[in-house]
């Protein structure tokens, strides 16, 4: 199994990405966090096998909650599913320590299969991302 913390502030996000992690047979979801900083705290706590962070939530964003949860525990990957394409979400995300990068556009099964792949020691690019 899989063990996945959802890190996002949009409720509805958050409860259609569990529910659907919840169909797959080798993803558990272990958490659900409403911004970066309860990220942070459950990250921490749980230490998931896979973080789903969103980027721009109040309080911490997702940047931050990425650079600080790497800074604290280096063995953390960190799936970024997100709307923003542009590049001062991307490269400073990419660098605070995500490993895979997804839009919010991909389907259910593309986020679950970046979060196989990244748990695997794979990064994922968004096809529309490796343009960048």
Same mark, same amino acid.
């Given at each position: ?12 996000? $958050?409860?259609? #990405? ?6 797959? &047979?080798? !993803?558990?979801?272990?958490? =659900? @966090? ?42 953390? $990957?960190?799936? #970024? ?6 590049? &001062?979400? !991307?490269?400073?995300?990419? =660098? @605070? ?36």
């Amino acid at each position: 199994m899989i063990n996945v913390l959802i890190v996002d502030d949009h409720e509805t996000v $958050r409860m259609g #990405v569990s529910a659907f992690l919840s169909t797959q &047979d080798d !993803l558990v979801v272990v958490g =659900e @966090a409403r911004n970066g900083l309860e990220g942070v705290e459950k990250a921490l706590e749980l230490k998931p096998d896979v973080i789903v962070m969103d980027l721009v939530m109040d309080g911490m964003d997702g940047i931050e909650a990425t650079r600080t949860i790497k800074s604290k525990w280096k063995e953390a $990957r960190i799936v #970024v599913v997100t709307s923003f394409l542009d590049n &001062d979400k !991307l490269r400073p995300a990419l =660098e @605070a320590g995500a490993v895979s990068y997804v839009l919010k556009t991909s389907s259910a099964m593309q986020i679950a299969d970046a979060i196989r792949k990244t748990h695997a020691g794979e990064s994922v690019l968004d096809a529309k991302v490796q343009g960048k």
